[in-house]
């Protein structure tokens, strides 16, 4: 509802007698004589989003004191169209637009404001994120005083919590960076792409928060708009692994990816040609080879993934070395995929020795510091295996992270990758 220049001895606006009233997205503005709201006997009104301003014998006093500010209630000026023509419509920068509640009052958008107003922020679709357009009406004086829009986006780091400033000096608050802007001519729309700082994902809505500010051509002039907010998304995933392949009857290699926003791949095992729901996660990975000894399938699927969630379309083999067994005595070295990777409480480090051999197998930081020998002794030819309990040489636990195994067995050296989550 909207209640304007509403005259009375108790209450300008309403007068509430022992009734549980509630009040939702509604104006009391200019009563000339009384308070906005007279309660007479029982207990006060509950009021939600709505705006009371400028009532003659007091806003939010008496029996509805407190609740400014309360139940996203405000009390600014709704700034009407013309009210002394009963034009009760809202100009587009009226607080009354903007904000959690939708539109407060009766009548809604009707007329230009001084200050222009944000329409949208909107993700641009089948991009790789990082972009919105940004939407706004002109301000009033659009052609007669503004020579261009600035577009400011909210550095929240440099916020004080849960501070969001506003107004007519909204950058004397730290924390808005300017990231472009638009020439004035006279339209009534207008609209920029603005790069935002992330993307929302699966793991939860990444808000980035603008305003509008029209410079006037006689500096240091401007008019505000209330800020606004919106999300970017990355639409697209990664392209699908190139060059999929067996190169031994144990190893499976693939293409590096070249996608920008690349995070990692996924690697899938199945009895099916096709990556369906009934295929087995075998393991996430940033490399292009990966030792399958263990995880004998049919079929094998590969996939990348971006830092924003989105899984690509899979590459798929046929394992032609399926069923066939294994020789005893392997022909060459190898240091074989740890499993699990990742792995909280232990995973099995596996080797291949073609001839009885010394081996040193070492577990390194980030750092390059050494964590752990866990072998230096002679092994006979075959594969073997070695268990980490994610343990430090003192006994003690090493903290969750990435740490490398090396093996130097005779001339062979090489190192993998694992990472240990607790």
Not at 80 to 87: G, I, K, M, Q, S
Not at 178 to 195: I, R
Not at 350 to 370: A, N
Request: glycine share 10%; net charge negative.
């Amino acid at each position: 509802c909207t209640f304007y220049g509403n005259s009375a001895n108790y209450g300008g606006g309403l007068y509430n007698y022992n009734a549980p009233t509630t009040i939702d997205n509604s104006i009391i503005s200019a009563s000339t004589d009384g308070a906005a709201i007279y309660c007479e006997v029982g207990g006060p009104p509950v009021l939600t989003c709505s705006d009371i301003y400028g009532n003659a014998g007091g806003d939010w006093t008496g029996c509805i004191a407190g609740q400014e500010g309360t139940n996203n209630n405000l009390s600014a000026d709704p700034e009407f169209c013309d009210p002394l023509e009963a034009d009760f419509r809202l100009a587009s920068d009226s607080p009354c637009l903007s904000g959690a509640c939708g539109v407060i009052g009766a009548f809604g958008r009707g007329c230009l404001g001084l200050n222009p107003a944000i329409l949208d922020v909107d993700d641009i679709g089948n991009d790789q994120g990082r972009q919105v357009r940004v939407k706004w009406e002109r301000a009033l004086h659009d052609t007669t005083a503004i020579s261009g829009y600035e577009i400011y986006r909210r550095e929240d780091q440099y916020l004080a919590a849960g501070e969001t400033p506003t107004g007519m000096r909204i950058l004397q608050k730290a924390g808005w960076d300017f990231v472009g802007t638009v020439p004035a001519h006279g339209d009534s729309l207008y609209q920029y792409v603005a790069p935002t700082l992330c993307d929302s994902t699966d793991q939860g809505v990444c808000w980035s928060v603008f305003f509008i500010r029209a410079a006037s051509t006689d500096p240091p002039g401007y008019y505000d708009s209330s800020p606004d907010s919106g999300y970017s998304i990355d639409n697209l995933a990664p392209a699908a692994p190139a060059n999929l392949r067996m190169t031994t009857s144990t190893d499976l290699a693939w293409d590096e990816c070249d996608d920008d926003d690349f995070n990692y791949f996924s690697l899938y095992g199945s009895a099916t040609p096709g990556l369906d729901p009934s295929a087995t996660l075998i393991e996430y990975t940033t490399g292009t080879v990966v030792d399958v000894s263990g995880d004998e399938y049919e079929y094998y699927h590969v996939t990348a993934t971006d830092f924003a969630g989105n899984e690509g379309e899979a590459s798929s083999i046929e394992n032609i070395y399926a069923g066939v067994s294994p020789v005893d005595h392997p022909k060459v070295h190898a240091l074989r995929r740890s499993k699990p990777n990742p792995f909280g409480e232990r995973t099995m480090i596996s080797f291949d020795l073609p001839d009885p051999e010394m081996v040193r197998l070492e577990i390194y930081d980030t750092q390059g510091r050494l964590i752990r020998v866990l072998s230096d002794e002679v092994w006979p030819a075959g594969r073997h295996s070695v268990e980490w309990r994610g343990e430090n040489e003192a006994g003690g636990t090493a903290g969750s992270g990435p740490y490398y195994i090396r093996i130097t067995a005779g001339e062979f050296t090489d190192t993998r990758k694992v990472l240990l989550t607790r």
